[in-house]
């Protein structure tokens, strides 16, 4: 017994121990088969086709050098026997490209249509909507999980514009759903379920990122609903232990524990919030367009026959990617070497048009001297700036085609390209005014002012924020993938000042966004609800109706059913009398429906003209057929409220107890009923008739 | 109208703006006041007496060299005329140490004593039984403001092995209770104001450590109660406020943005989480046994005649601590100045007796090579393992007297010698045994390959977990402390490994186990309650006794005041009549003692045979002296219970209602009330009767 009891107090730290497990190992193959396919669209390694470029080189002993040069890995034009230079060569390797990606992408279109259409998309909007406590069959089953593992890795490779990020919570989500059946204690209740989902959150985003700390955060501030300080600890191990198996199989090499790591560390200047504080309400702007154009978008897809061809959506949008961003070298190299590009210092290492400053470098550790931007920085700042209007109007079409999608990775992306950009003409304007009050005294001649890849860092915070807007997450995730603790407060501001200019322009986040379009019963926990409405106002039934009432030992099975005929109401009331309206209970049309075929089929004598009796005892004066005694499936213990109880107090309980309903009484006797529906018409309604005060602080 | 409701919404914005413009003006003073002090125990700049050390020699232009060597600044023997060497000047300092640290101890006992007795300790169970939503009158006044900050700057400057992050949070909650009356909406709402004091309590620890965002999650993992997310927002707004003022104030110097950076960043390797995991183990079990030594220690004080000599207790510690330290130089320099140490890397700079190797720097940048330890490295452990002793030993002692004394930087502190000693253990295990197949490749001669420093860490890490049991809150804030954001999972793990252990010895953190030794009214919103009791066994009154209820429109003046002067509750259900016993509503006493009393000065005519009337009418029938209507002041909307509801249902609902009592019916008919302090008991009795079944996991 005591074992048992140990068993049970310890199944749910069993359960996310394997929950991260498993999503460790899940990432760390996507991980591994998504190198090796964004590879595969610029060669091969004849040799031994399951390595990758790197690995490729490697086994060669050839290292260090980097693209095309290496023996070991033949581009498609090498394979086919052209020479590695010149126009024929470069014709060759733009239609592989495109050819490679068109495969991929079409193949993750053709699975997610064919064998798991939840498996579309990032599925964030929908695990809020589950974790409030709707239920969405089939949207956690293993088909989802594998065919998700496997679009993922197709859409990445396909180099379309989005990330792993959401798929990735998504899949470890699934994970969590399928392993919790193994635990009768959490398999079995759907609340205690949601507790798993929500550890299993955590290690989503701890394996997409290596930022279990972040992932912790994310699942608390984005995507859970309800979250105790149980489900805190679990999260936290769950996601220390996704982390760690992810590390332990190390798909990167070590150097990319922390996936952007920077390795700069010079303190910020005061005047430098401006620009920070400008990024960061740039961000919040180009979020809160980006999520208009989206659902713009979406729902003009939903309306118009192109909805009717996914796959050819599919098709288009990355065909156009492909066409599109294979000449510029800033769309063709992968999102997150973008992104790493835009972060870094321009050392003595760092080649890139981006770095051509005229400036010399005398040894490894000499400062990065402040210095007037050569030609290929102009250069650079023009393909960027094409990169950055290409990346998101293409990623406006993308979120939403029918493959796993992420929007964490491009949004970074994009802010990375507007901050690094900022930061550029930071420095040249530190360059040619080094006296400016602002820089005095910092920015003396030769000395190392200004770094254009820490307003990479924010502007990539600001836009991300812009987009999902979230705060103390989003700070500790770009922590963990940039490593810039001294850089903390220039990134809380951009993520304040992002969410701010954000909700003043459309309050919802994108998420929220689509939970909104897509009319997902979802009671947003973090408005106020500032109207003086009472229950009374909102509960049904309203005007003549009346309220479909059991009582409890009066009715017979006929009228029963005819109730249950008639209307189609979750649940009914139970009443000691309809005169008298006092509340006894309340019971669940399926366990009512249950119960009745039950006892047509094990008991003797049940006809229409049988009483159905919730009473304890049953009534004293009585002839006729058996009775029906149901007092087992009564809740005795249903949520009431007063009729005069204010909204505000109601939303409150419904959110924080996650009602479905409640039953409003007066003076102890019956009213009506206010379900989850009524309420949040209500929320909808009371809000519209508040736009007019839309006020930019929530 | 639209400017009004415009300052309304953005009330609570600006309220925690100015909270965090406080916090961190006070911090800053508080930090410059503690540096000053600290150095006035060993010397003084006569030219300036207001400069410390540092600041003294920077005048002078003789920088770079430390202590001792700014002709500027001079000791006290030197200020005596006494030569600085010699066992004559060892001696004098020695005494101007004990009588410097014994006047600053004083004084902060006398003014805490005298001025505001609620200044001492560190503040945290007191707040978190505030935020839960108890009252403490004058805990977060101005006078424990204004003697928290002054007395906080004595006791550390003291050499008490205290820290100042609880006193700062206290600091920073009275400030956010006092900024709370400028903006009505807070000031004259508990529930909101709590928010403030939320946001507050994340001020506090931002500025305390620089660590904005571990100060957000402290407050929501450690100290508040209900912590929705506009207070999330709220709380990362103002920690990012009193950060920027810290920052701008700048009271340590620019490198000090970070408080203990660390250098460093070798990944780390497998076969180290045997280590760190025993380190967790460690930091658990001493966590515990602190616990359990520092409230048996409160709890001897309080039954014994030492209680009543506070005063007489803090001259005693401080004599202990001055003297025993003094000699020890580990004991001796400031605990913020020891964990440094312990947490750096032995560097060709570092010229501390615990760098003593047996190896040769070349340049600057070259790695850290294993050697073998020279004898300083052994006297250094000799020492340490001594100052370890007595750090742990005194700490017991010094938490809980009479001035104001937090306990994260001891904790800090024992953790980081425990750490490091385990590290200078592993190094030289692995120079010794380099084979070992756990270092194989990774530990070949002469590279760099265990960091002593970095065990350092992960143990106070874990020493602070067993303390507070807290985990994200701390790895964020030793992210935060140290920008390791390389050793994640270590530090996790070890958080995680903290907490079990602790948790399977004894379940509460020390805030909760001082809580639970006052008996402050605080209802844990951690575990889960598991038992099968209903409602009906719980509410009052039990037996034969009846419940004290108002009826609505037929009682006299007199016979209510009979029961306002018979009983002691808090409120009072009102009913339809005593017979029916159907619920109205419910008034709270000090409303009724109001509304009578007024009614008496205001209204002519009432007598004791007034009819109170709750109800909306008059009864029909009705004569005699006027009556006395108080329906405005009758709640009409309480919240009610059935008396079949489980228990854990119940719980549920007082803790996330934060409800103070609940209304308990039977079909619509009142039956009893169940109060937070029924709550409190009843679980605290289940728990007591399940003692036997204890186990480690929760």
Redesign the interface.
């Known amino acids: 017994d ?1 074992i048992k ?2 068993f049970d ?2 199944s749910g ?1 069993l359960c996310v121990l394997f929950v991260g497990l498993a999503a460790g190992t899940v990432a760390s193959v996507v991980d591994i088969g998504t190198t090796w396919m964004t590879d595969l669209k610029y060669g091969i390694c004849p040799e031994a086709f399951w390595l990758d470029e790197e690995q490729c080189c490697w086994s060669s002993n050839e290292t260090t050098f980097g693209a095309n040069n290496c023996s070991q890995w033949l581009t498609w034009p090498q394979m086919l026997g052209v020479e590695s230079e010149g126009a024929g060569s470069y014709i060759l390797s733009y239609m592989f490209y495109v050819v490679w990606c068109l495969l991929f992408a079409g193949l993750a279109g053709m699975l997610v249509k064919t064998l798991a259409p939840y498996a579309c998309g990032g599925g964030i909007p929908e695990i809020k909507t589950i974790l409030s406590g709707f239920i969405i069959r089939g949207f956690l089953g293993k088909w989802t999980l594998i065919i998700k593992s496997i679009g993922i890795m197709l859409a990445v490779s396909a180099a379309l514009n989005l990330g792993k990020e959401g798929p990735m919570v998504h899949i470890a989500v699934c994970i969590g759903n399928i392993l919790s059946y193994m635990f009768p204690k959490y398999g079995r209740n759907e609340a205690k379920k949601r507790e798993i989902l929500s550890a299993a959150a955590a290690a989503g985003v701890s394996v997409a990122f290596g930022a ?2 972040g992932g ?2 994310f699942s ?2 984005e995507v859970s609903y309800y979250f ?3 489900t ?2 679990r999260s ?2 769950c ?2 232990i996704a ?2 198996v992810v ?2 199989i190390d798909p990167y090499g ?1 150097e990319h ?2 996936l952007f790591y920077v390795e700069y ?1 010079k ?1 910020w200047m ?1 005047v430098e919030l401006i620009p920070f504080l400008f990024l960061g309400a740039v961000g919040g702007l180009i979020g809160t367009l980006f999520i208009r154009a989206n659902i713009w978008w979406t729902r003009f897809k939903k309306n118009s026959k192109l909805g009717q061809y996914p796959i050819t959506e599919v098709l288009l949008v990355t065909l156009a990617t492909a066409i599109v961003g294979y000449p510029n070298p800033y769309t063709r190299m992968s999102s997150t070497r973008l992104i790493y590009l835009m972060f870094s210092q321009c050392g003595i290492a760092n080649d890139d048009l981006l770095c051509d400053y005229n400036r010399n470098f005398t040894d490894v ?1 000499s400062a990065v001297e402040l210095a007037e931007a050569g030609p290929g920085v102009f250069q650079a700042v023009w393909l960027l700036s094409l990169a950055l209007i290409l990346k998101i109007s293409l990623t406006i079409f993308t979120i939403g085609i029918k493959v796993p999608a992420g929007i964490y990775i491009p949004s970074l992306c994009m802010g990375a390209i507007v901050g690094r950009l900022v930061g550029i003409a930071m420095e040249q304007l530190a360059y040619n005014y080094p006296t400016f009050w602002g820089f005095s005294g910092e920015c003396s001649a030769n000395s190392d002012c200004i770094t254009p890849g820490l307003y990479a860092m924010v502007g990539a915070a600001a836009v991300l924020g812009g987009i999902t807007r979230m ?2 997450a989003l ?2 995730i770009m ?2 993938l ?2 810039g ?2 850089y ?2 220039p990134l ?2 951009a ?2 000042a992002s ?1 701010w200019v954000g909700d003043a322009f459309g309050k919802d986040g994108i998420y929220d966004a689509h939970i909104a379009f897509n009319d997902y019963p979802f009671l947003d ?2 408005e ?1 609800f500032g109207h003086t409405t009472l ?1 009374a106002d909102v509960m049904e039934p309203k005007g003549a109706k009346t309220l479909s009432v059991l009582t409890q030992d009066s009715m017979t099975l006929e009228a029963v059913e005819t109730i249950l005929r008639e209307t189609t109401h979750n649940g009914f009331p139970v009443v ?1 009398s309809r005169e008298s309206q ?4 309340f019971v669940l049309r399926r366990d009512l429906l249950l119960a009745i075929g039950n006892a047509k089929r094990t008991q003797d004598g049940i006809t229409g003209e049988s009483l159905v009796i919730f009473s304890p005892t049953l009534p004293t004066q009585w002839v006729g057929p058996p009775p029906l005694k149901l007092r087992r499936i009564l809740d ?7 009729d ?3 909204m505000e ?1 109601v939303i ?2 419904f959110r ?2 996650g009602l479905r309903q409640t039953l409003v ?1 007066h ?3 019956l009213l009506g009923v206010i379900t989850k529906k009524d309420v949040v018409r209500h929320i909808k309604q009371m809000e519209d008739s508040r736009e007019f ?1 839309n ?1 930019p ?2």
């Not at 005795?636 to 007063?642: D, E």
């Open positions: 005591l009891g140990g107090a310890s730290w279990p700390i912790v955060l608390l501030e105790p300080m149980k805190l600890w936290f191990f996601a220390l982390a760690f590390r332990s070590n524990s922390v560390n303190p005061f550790n705060t103390v700070v500790v922590f963990e940039t490593g603790v001294r903390i407060v809380m501001a993520a304040m969410k926990n973090k106020e229950a000691i006092f509340l006894v209970g005795l213990a249903p949520i009431t409220i007063t005069q109880t204010p107090t409150d309980m924080k107890l009484t003076n102890g006797r005060y006020l602080f929530p």
